[in-house]
């Protein structure tokens, strides 16, 4: 095998690089900037920001590294914002790394198990005080000296680092400066992170780079490098043929030849045969890798190889030596050296082959999740839901996937729970048996994912979900339920802006609650009408509105005085949804009412 495979320096890249020279001359004299680096798989991204993230070592920055990860359909929320943190650990003393929390110390247990235990879910911040506190934590770190944090592989971010990402954009006001990368073919097909990338460009001090492929003289000059002389005129002309640009491709190409392959057609079967020249064992523990995702723990990968932990150390030194697998850094496990080679894998596994490998992915996965913070937990649990799945197994995927949400919205990323109940309802007429185990019935389980989809802000789905659980609902035999319904309709289309939408369910919802005694729904629906009508300019009868509903409230409290006049614990207004930002209240019953806020 060649004695290398990439290039042991940046070829090109002169003008991408003084752009972000420029990002950290504005962090080092107080500003906060950005900078967004999009390109196709394997044109060099990662190589560029890891250089700049050297240049600003050099300059007494403060360099913070994390990584959006692909472990099939799940993520663990704040995956790359918590990687970076967790490098604070190695870099400062004890005393330093008390300053740099600060208040955020006794909060984010659920989030950094470094902290200490996790609070309660009933108690857990939510996700606004979540970005306030990882902020403040930046903000503390920048006053010490000028930060840079790299997050990678943006087109996997979850929802909760999209938010938090946007957050810190708009609000993170310091010496600091953040470097993103993307994949650009991947957004189109994920429209969240294309409409992040569009908001980020919106920051005044962002710069954003789309890396265009190597030109004729750069190719020859990469081969260079890698060969240690001047490649051949035929050389440099197969590489600007076939690899058109792509440093990765060219690289690959390179290592073919040098180990006398014929070149292929396709870059798929060049890495194909890239693996062939390994031992058979050694391309089963890569196929069992592809499928267990882009990073795979070691011990997670010895429990479904099933090989003695000497011999599969053996095996998968021998992957890392021919470039196929790196070590993933203090995180531990296994990196892919490109994702295109875990995906090319993973296609030419045989169609029996999956199942099988996903059920032993699930198996494994099954004795070890319960990560040390809820986060963590579902993360694990949403790769665990993920592999049974695709082993088919819908029972153990529902069940995995109903927790999975559970942890989800402890860790305070409700689009992440949202994802999770949605594959859970999905598979809810699969798996019957499973269904009837399930801690949420299918009520709740509608329930909590329009309540996240709302909080999310994926407001058409809050609204089909509240459809569901209204056709589901028979409002002659349960008016209150269907009342409370219809105004957490009427909330979630006034929250899309629908105002004539909203009106019209906030009507329907005292159409529903008005025949019976006076109730908490009526006068939260009345409540919720009030605010139409303000903004339509009819204050009298916002006013009258208002004076209904806590007229209702009173009458109530006094023909029962166990009632609170601030509602019950479901209420949009009790203590639980004023210190977060969503409500931790229990789902609904049937006969009771949800959450409308």
Aim: hydrophobic content about 45%; aromatic content about 4%; some cysteine.
């Amino acid at each position: 095998m060649g004695a290398r495979v990439t290039s042991p320096v940046l070829v090109g890249r002169r003008d991408e690089l003084r752009v972000l020279g420029g990002v950290l001359d504005r962090a080092a004299v107080g500003e906060f900037a950005v900078a967004v680096i999009g390109g196709e798989a394997g044109i060099g991204k990662t190589r560029l920001s890891m250089l700049a993230g050297e240049r600003a070592r050099q300059r007494g920055f403060t360099v913070l590294i994390g990584g959006c990860l692909d472990i099939g359909e799940s993520t663990v929320p704040y995956a790359p914002l918590l990687e970076a943190l967790r490098q604070l650990w190695a870099e400062f003393d004890s005393d330093a790394l008390t300053e740099v929390l600060g208040p955020a110390s006794a909060e984010l247990g659920s989030l950094l198990p470094e902290l200490g235990p996790p609070m309660a879910a009933d108690a857990a911040p939510g996700a606004g005080r979540v970005f306030e506190l990882l902020r403040g934590v930046l903000q503390r770190l920048a006053e010490r000296q000028p930060v840079l944090v790299i997050i990678e592989d943006l087109h996997w971010a979850d929802n909760a680092t999209r938010d938090l990402l946007r957050y810190l954009s708009r609000n993170l006001h310091a010496p600091a400066a953040l470097i993103i990368t993307y994949r650009s073919e991947e957004l189109p097909q994920r429209y969240p992170v294309r409409k992040l990338v569009a908001d980020l460009h919106r920051h005044p001090g962002c710069q954003h780079l789309q890396l265009p492929p190597l030109t004729g003289t750069e190719l020859h000059e990469l081969a260079g490098a890698i060969l240690g002389h001047p490649a051949a005129p035929d050389v440099v002309r197969e590489l600007a043929a076939r690899a058109q640009g792509n440093p990765f491709y060219a690289e690959e190409l390179l290592a073919a030849r040098d180990q006398g392959m014929q070149i292929p057609e396709v870059l798929r079967n060049l890495l194909l045969l890239r693996v062939a020249e390994l031992g058979p064992d050694e391309r089963r523990v890569l196929r069992i890798a592809a499928v267990g995702g882009t990073r795979v723990p070691h011990e997670l990968l010895a429990a479904v190889a099933g090989e003695p932990d000497t011999a599969l150390t053996g095996l998968l030194r021998t992957a890392v030596e021919h470039h196929m697998l790196t070590v993933a850094g203090a995180t531990g496990g296994y990196l892919f050296r490109h994702a295109l080679l875990r995906e090319v894998l993973y296609e030419d596994l045989l169609p029996g082959e999956r199942p099988a490998l996903h059920t032993a992915f699930a198996t494994a996965l099954a004795g070890r999740a319960g990560g040390a913070s809820p986060a963590e937990r579902a993360g694990e649990l949403g790769q665990l839901a993920y592999h049974w799945d695709a082993g088919g197994h819908p029972a153990e995927a529902l069940l995995a996937s109903v927790q999975a949400g559970l942890a989800a919205e402890a860790a305070s990323a409700p689009g992440d729970a949202e994802r999770h109940y949605d594959r859970a309802l999905q598979l809810w007429d699969e798996a019957p048996q499973a269904a009837a185990r399930s801690p949420l019935d299918r009520h709740a389980l509608i329930w909590r994912a329009a309540q996240t989809a709302h909080l999310a802000g994926d407001y058409p789905r809050a609204i089909a979900l509240i459809g569901e659980a209204l056709a589901a609902t028979d409002p002659d035999r349960e008016p209150l339920r269907a009342s409370a319904l219809l105004t957490f309709l009427g909330y979630s289309h006034h929250t899309a802006g629908a105002i004539d939408s909203a009106e019209a369910a906030y009507n329907a919802a005292l159409a529903a609650a008005s025949p019976g005694p006076a109730s908490p729904e009526r006068a939260r629906a009345l409540e919720s009408k009030g605010h139409v009508l303000m903004l339509r300019d009819r204050n009298h009868d916002a006013i009258d509105a208002a004076r209904q509903a806590l007229t209702g409230c009173v009458l109530r409290a006094l023909k029962d005085p166990t009632v609170s006049l601030t509602g019950p614990a479901s209420s949009p207004q009790s203590e639980g949804c004023r210190r977060t930002s969503y409500c931790h209240a229990k789902p609904p019953r049937r006969g009771g009412s949800p959450c409308a806020g």
